[in-house]
């Protein structure tokens, strides 16, 4: 069974940086995952923030973090990261981890990871 654990979620100023985590256990095909990062916010809708293909070729970023926020990923490692730069109050949000393309049309989402953004 695949899962997905993140970390490093934390408090941090505005215009501060944090980095967060997720590491993929139970597959040997984290390689071809497409991982995203989403973010639910209090009382909104979970929306997706970033996401990246397999091999890291081509990656997409919501209009609200672009230019803020890059993510990255170690397959051999399989872990994938989003490093959140410049933060902004708004970012404040839980942050989950996704994979797609498990296969049979299935996904899998980590237990998510709190940021909380605030002076």
């Known amino acids: 069974q695949v899962q997905l654990v993140e970390s490093g979620g934390g408090l941090v100023q505005p215009g501060g940086s944090l980095r967060v985590s997720c590491v993929v256990s139970?597959?040997?095909?984290?390689?071809?995952?497409?991982m995203g990062w989403y973010r639910q916010a209090p009382g909104k809708q979970r929306e997706l923030v970033a996401s990246?293909?397999?091999?890291?070729?081509?990656?997409y970023a919501d209009d609200s973090v672009r230019g803020r926020f890059t993510i990255s990923r170690d397959n051999a490692e399989n872990t994938v990261y989003l490093q959140m730069n410049s933060l902004k109050l708004e970012d404040t949000a839980v942050y989950y981890c996704?994979?797609?393309?498990?296969?049979?049309?299935?996904?899998?989402w980590g237990q998510g990871t709190q940021v909380t953004v605030s002076s």
């Open positions: 996704h994979a797609a393309g498990l296969g049979l049309g299935r996904d899998a």
């Open positions: 139970g597959s040997l095909f984290f390689r071809i995952y497409t």
């Open positions: 990246i293909t397999g091999s890291g070729d081509r990656n």
